[in-house]
């Protein structure tokens, strides 16, 4: 909201009367043909990262928060076998 400066989400925190919402600006880094360039830079990026990082894991962080620090704490502490490729 240029006017307070308060930030909404159109799913998550809608803004509360239809005169903020009308007032309302989207932040060029969000509009959808800068998050294909970003995509883009990221997928060209990650088997080299990949290749360099070969111990690292994969954290599915879609869970609970204190699920996934138990998962990153056990990998960390006391890693499981794994299959060298």
């Known amino acids: 909201d240029p006017v307070t400066g308060e930030r ?3 799913t998550f925190r809608p803004a ?5 919402q ?3 600006r989207q932040n060029p880094k969000d509009q959808e043909e800068n998050i294909e360039k ?4 990221y997928y060209g990026n990650v088997k080299a990262l990949e290749d360099f ?4 894991f994969y954290v599915n962080a879609d869970q609970d ?6 998962f990153i704490e056990s990998c960390i502490i006391k890693p499981l076998p794994c299959k060298k490729n």
């Open 22 to 24: 009308a007032r309302l």
């Open 53 to 56: 990082y070969q111990d690292a």
């Open 16 to 20: 509360p009367t239809p005169e903020i």
């Open 8 to 10: 909404y989400h159109t």
């Open 38 to 41: 970003r995509l883009e830079i």
């Open 65 to 70: 928060p204190y699920v996934v620090f138990e």
